[in-house]
């Protein structure tokens, strides 16, 4: 490719509303353009990389087993009413409506599509197992779109499903997936690494993410250094002790604390009792019904845990007016201890199990209650683990201190169970004779995600560090004079021929540019090798050899196609 010929529209700052780096050099490189907030076009660079990420992907899925197949982005509505989910992924879903007022939905995943699918083509055990995928738009009504591709409103997924006639069969199948993704990242260059997660509105029973790790990601993640063990912030346990017990006291009293309604005024004088003996009561609408939480004074409640504890689709923190009715008092002295309505569940943080000794809210603006003993007073429905881990608490396999770190999700695996197959009627017909639905798994790749999450990790403050295995283009060649007559173009052009000739990816920089200009725009790509051609070295028969992240060498004019091709071979993720 002649540089020219194509469209490469470098800028040397970013726009304002680009925050992080991967953002910014995705705009400064050239590589993509946005038509509106989370909208973006792909320039024929950053369409390269692209493909060759979405090629890395398919190559492996293959590898693994798995058929490729494209499904429709407009979906019928129908089929996510008998799912469920057109209700409980509603805050996402892009809504249409054609001429004949009928509503769409256009695709953010194609659980519904494919278990249709295998509905109406899969009948028998002998069919089984099988596992589909595809690499196509997604859309995703985000309200705040942000940080590039990493959030988009659409954006390319690899999604892939998988069929088996047994739980152990579909256990092998998540076990393919899993280390084909350990494969696709590894030859994408990216250090990714997977952690168990949530599985959240899509349901299932057993998942893993495969995180990058980066400041700017937006996920948290728990992990262990000496054991390995590594989790979603949304789903990490630790082995942290449970409250301290102590002589169980009297029964409760009350006491008055005027103007008191945090943990940390409780804690501070006169009434000095520490966070770690009180016990916060929170209220919470879960799936339209109120309901109770007890966590320790100093510990946060995790609401994607509460939510798959209770198997709640839909939870938010009740507002102080629906909080008053019920229970009589504003938030700040509020306790389970007296006046809960019956119907009203109280769900409590195992931390507290055994808890006595406690102070707690008495229901009543202005007071709160002490020597309460959790099991004695408290009428707890279910003890779950409630509480978000922080860093320095015992790993819950081996006791060493977790660490939390910031991560990019770029990968998810689900085991799903029947859950689709069962709504969605998907049966087939088992060896022993007998109907059953085949238990799925399905696996996720936000392909524009990894490819900016590529660069997060790959940069530096000329541009972007590219691994070779999807650099747009793998060798810049860059005549410092281009005339056709110059010595400097015709030894490029004959570089260029050779060096294609054996399957390289190159670009000719054919601009009637300053040499700064030239060589600050590879740097900006993030070639990962530029080939100089200047009139100062070519009069001693030299080219200079520059990799991307390594020191400029000189070498004679014709051992110069050998010594880039030596250079590939060489690199790592090639
Ligand atoms: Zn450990």
């Avoid at 998810?412 to 088992?430: C, M, Q, R």
Wanted: glycine fraction near 8%.
């Amino acid at each position: 490719m002649k540089w020219t010929q194509t469209l490469i529209p470098t800028l040397r700052e970013a726009p304002a509303d680009a925050e992080i780096i991967s953002h910014k050099l995705l705009l400064r490189a050239g590589l993509i353009r946005k038509l509106a907030g989370g909208v973006y076009t792909f320039l024929p660079l950053g369409l390269r990389a692209l493909r060759k990420v979405e090629q890395i992907v398919r190559e492996e899925m293959d590898r693994a087993g798995a058929v490729e197949v494209l499904m429709p982005a407009l979906q019928p509505t129908e089929i996510w009413e008998q799912s469920g989910r057109a209700e409980t992924a509603s805050n996402v879903l892009f809504k249409v409506k054609d001429s004949s007022g009928r509503q769409w939905f256009l695709s953010p995943t194609a659980e519904e599509v494919i278990t249709t699918l295998a509905a109406n083509e899969i009948n028998s055990y002998r069919q089984l197992p099988k596992n589909f995928y595809q690499i196509s738009l997604k859309f995703r009504d985000e309200i705040r779109p942000r940080f590039g591709l990493m959030r988009a409103k659409e954006f390319i997924m690899k999604d892939a499903y998988s069929f088996d006639t047994t739980d152990e069969g579909a256990m092998a199948s998540y076990k393919k997936m899993y280390d084909a993704y350990t494969r696709i990242f590894a030859r994408c260059g990216l250090k990714a690494f997977p952690v168990e997660a949530d599985t959240g509105v899509i349901g299932g029973n057993y998942s893993h993410e495969f995180m990058v790790p980066a400041e700017t990601g937006e996920n948290d993640v728990a992990f262990c250094e000496a054991c390995g063990y590594a989790a979603n912030i949304e789903k990490a346990t630790s082995g942290i002790p449970k409250t301290a017990a102590r002589e169980v006291g009297a029964a409760t009293e009350k006491f008055a604390t005027p103007g008191v309604v945090t943990i940390e005024a409780l804690s501070k004088e006169p009434y000095k009792v520490p966070a770690n003996r009180q016990i916060k009561t929170l209220v919470y609408i879960a799936d339209s019904k109120p309901v109770i939480i007890l966590i320790r004074g100093d510990d946060q409640l995790n609401e994607t845990k509460f939510a798959a504890k209770t198997g709640a689709v839909a939870v938010r923190p009740a507002t102080p007016e629906e909080i008053l009715p019920l229970l009589g008092a504003k938030p700040g002295s509020l306790g389970a201890v007296v006046s809960v309505p019956a119907d009203v569940k109280v769900y409590a943080d195992e931390r507290l199990q055994g808890a006595n000794d406690m102070t707690t809210g008495a229901n009543e603006d202005g007071f709160h209650l002490k020597n309460v003993s959790i099991e004695r007073d408290i009428k707890v429905t279910a003890w779950f683990d409630l509480r978000t881990v922080s860093a320095g608490e015992p790993c819950v396999k081996c006791g060493k201190a977790l660490k939390i770190r910031r991560a990019i999700e770029v990968g998810h695996v689900f085991k799903l169970g029947t859950k689709y197959s069962e709504a969605l009627n998907a049966t087939f017909l088992d060896v022993d004779g007998s109907r059953k639905p085949p238990v799925m798994g399905c696996y996720g790749i936000g392909i524009t995600r990894t490819l900016q999450a590529i660069i997060e990790q790959g940069n530096d403050k000329d541009g972007v560090i590219w691994p070779l295995s999807v650099a747009p283009y793998q060798v810049c060649i860059t005549p410092l004079a281009v005339t056709p007559e110059s010595q400097a173009m015709q030894l490029a052009e004959k570089f260029y021929a050779e060096l294609t000739a054996r399957g390289v990816d190159v670009i000719l920089d054919d601009r009637d540019e300053r040499p700064g200009v030239k060589f600050k725009d590879a740097d900006l790509v993030g070639f990962p090798i530029r080939i100089a051609l200047g009139e100062k070295s070519l009069a001693k028969g030299e080219v200079e050899i520059k990799p991307r992240n390594a020191a400029l060498q000189a070498v004679k004019i014709e051992d110069a196609v050998g010594a880039v091709v030596k250079l590939l071979e060489a690199s790592p993720a090639n």
